[in-house]
């Protein structure tokens, strides 16, 4: 007789399955199949800060100068980020919808030769040699063109990111690679990334990561609803509380094994884009409240920081912490949904294990903590 899904269930399921027992880089990524990048540290890239949890012995930066030896590619998927490069297959060649005029077409056509002839390149030299000039960003602000240029080349799969140098992306030609797979089945193994990666998910929010998947596979915008459909049909799923959930198929959320490991007695402070923390719909389910990343958030309308972590109690998430690193020491605010720590040693012990395990992380040389509560 199949197990009766609970909350429950799905809370220390999706804590299990997500901190794995810490494992080498190159497996933590393929696990994840997707890690989020972002430029903010605070007091680390979100990409490092969710490795951190997965790798062991991690280190702030190691993802970025290991990146050349390591069969991954950063890469659009549902975000921007880093991805195995049998995934970065899957979505290549890339077309995007709006096409390049002309002009726009020789301008990459010659930089692609500037490419071929000198390999590894910085933009500051694709600048210099062609002075293609300044142009709008994003932000409404004025960047590089050539800038610009390199990024919609990488984009569409022309380009590939080299390595970094202080935080710049240098680019090298991407190897034309043979397509081999089905468009309908590429479409099938992206939704199973997403999955593997968030689950278990509402099925709304698979059905917002799928529509999500424009910006990995705009050339198949077309597939995603019969992708989603598929997912409908071959994947696990139960209705709890009136939601429908699903996860990867052959996982069972109601395992007594999930249960023991999300239940030991550990903190950890996760990243805003930590696979327990993406998807704000499945964390208020969860765990009962609203986590909002204040980042870009007028500092008077802020309600827990900047760049506030949510801090994981066992199985359950009931607060946040600020960090910031000041005269080489690490220095913590910590906030609690019900206004107060816990009452349970096991807890000041364990936050501050977790907050020596960060120092460790950034490399400092001790650490400072100032007394747990709420602001």
Same mark, same amino acid.
Do not use: C
């Given at each position: 007789?199949?197990?009766?899904?609970?909350?429950?269930?799905?809370?220390? %399921?999706?804590?299990?399955?997500?901190?794995?027992?810490?494992?080498?880089?190159?497996?933590?990524?393929?696990?994840?199949?997707?890690?989020?990048?972002?430029?903010?540290?605070?007091?680390?890239?979100?990409?490092?800060?969710?490795?951190?949890?997965?790798?062991?012995?991690?280190?702030?930066?190691?993802?970025?100068?290991?990146?050349?030896?390591?069969?991954?590619?950063?890469?659009?998927?549902?975000?921007?980020?880093?991805?195995?490069?049998?995934?970065?297959?899957?979505?290549?060649?890339?077309?995007?919808?709006?096409?390049?005029?002309?002009?726009?077409?020789?301008?990459?056509?010659?930089?692609?030769?500037?490419?071929?002839?000198?390999?590894?390149?910085?933009?500051? #030299?694709?600048?210099?040699?062609?002075?293609?000039?300044?142009?709008?960003?994003?932000?409404?602000?004025?960047?590089?063109?050539?800038?610009?240029?390199?990024?919609?080349? %990488?984009?569409?799969?022309?380009?590939?990111?080299?390595?970094? #140098?202080?935080?710049?992306?240098?680019?090298?030609?991407?190897?034309?690679?043979?397509?081999?797979?089905?468009?309908?089945?590429?479409?099938?193994?992206?939704?199973?990334?997403?999955?593997?990666?968030?689950?278990?998910?509402?099925?709304?929010?698979?059905?917002?990561?799928?529509?999500?998947?424009?910006?990995?596979?705009?050339?198949?915008?077309?597939?995603?609803?019969?992708?989603?459909?598929?997912?409908?049909?071959?994947?696990?799923?139960?209705?709890?509380? $009136?939601?429908?959930?699903?996860?990867?198929?052959?996982?069972?959320?109601?395992?007594?094994?999930?249960? !023991?490991?999300?239940?030991?007695?550990?903190?950890?402070?996760?990243?805003?884009?930590?696979?327990?923390?993406?998807?704000?719909?499945?964390?208020?389910?969860?765990?009962?409240?609203?986590?909002?990343?204040?980042?870009?958030?007028?500092?008077?309308?802020?309600?827990?920081?900047?760049?506030?972590?949510?801090?994981?109690?066992?199985?359950?998430?009931? $607060?946040?912490?600020?960090?910031?690193?000041?005269?080489?020491?690490?220095?913590?605010?910590?906030? %609690?949904?019900?206004?107060?720590?816990?009452?349970?040693?096991?807890?000041?012990?364990?936050?501050?294990? #977790? !907050?020596?395990?960060?120092?460790?992380?950034?490399?400092?040389?001790?650490?400072?903590?100032?007394?747990?509560?709420?602001?």
């Amino acid at each position: 007789m199949a197990s009766v899904i609970t909350l429950a269930h799905l809370r220390a %399921h999706a804590v299990a399955r997500t901190l794995f027992a810490p494992t080498t880089l190159p497996k933590a990524i393929a696990r994840l199949g997707f890690v989020q990048a972002d430029p903010i540290r605070a007091p680390a890239r979100a990409q490092d800060l969710t490795l951190r949890h997965r790798v062991a012995g991690y280190r702030a930066g190691d993802l970025e100068a290991r990146y050349p030896r390591l069969t991954v590619e950063e890469d659009f998927f549902v975000n921007y980020g880093f991805v195995p490069r049998e995934t970065h297959a899957l979505m290549h060649p890339r077309s995007p919808r709006a096409t390049w005029t002309a002009e726009r077409q020789a301008q990459a056509d010659a930089v692609l030769d500037f490419i071929r002839e000198h390999g590894v390149v910085h933009p500051r #030299e694709v600048d210099a040699a062609f002075a293609h000039g300044k142009a709008r960003n994003w932000f409404g602000g004025s960047s590089n063109a050539s800038t610009q240029l390199l990024d919609a080349m %990488h984009y569409r799969g022309l380009l590939r990111i080299a390595k970094r #140098e202080s935080g710049v992306r240098l680019y090298a030609l991407r190897p034309e690679q043979p397509v081999e797979t089905h468009p309908a089945d590429a479409m099938d193994a992206l939704v199973d990334v997403v999955l593997a990666k968030y689950a278990p998910l509402p099925m709304a929010s698979l059905g917002q990561l799928v529509s999500q998947l424009k910006s990995a596979v705009p050339q198949w915008a077309h597939l995603r609803a019969a992708a989603l459909a598929s997912a409908r049909q071959r994947l696990p799923q139960a209705s709890v509380d $009136g939601v429908s959930w699903v996860w990867p198929a052959g996982e069972d959320p109601a395992s007594r094994r999930h249960g !023991l490991r999300a239940g030991r007695d550990r903190v950890h402070l996760l990243a805003p884009f930590d696979p327990l923390v993406w998807d704000r719909r499945r964390f208020e389910l969860l765990w009962g409240w609203a986590y909002r990343f204040e980042a870009y958030t007028p500092a008077p309308k802020r309600v827990r920081g900047y760049y506030a972590l949510p801090l994981l109690w066992r199985d359950r998430v009931i $607060g946040w912490g600020n960090l910031a690193v000041s005269q080489g020491s690490l220095r913590a605010e910590i906030g %609690h949904v019900s206004g107060q720590a816990p009452s349970d040693p096991v807890f000041a012990q364990a936050l501050e294990d #977790e !907050l020596a395990r960060i120092a460790e992380f950034l490399g400092l040389r001790d650490l400072a903590q100032q007394p747990p509560g709420r602001r």
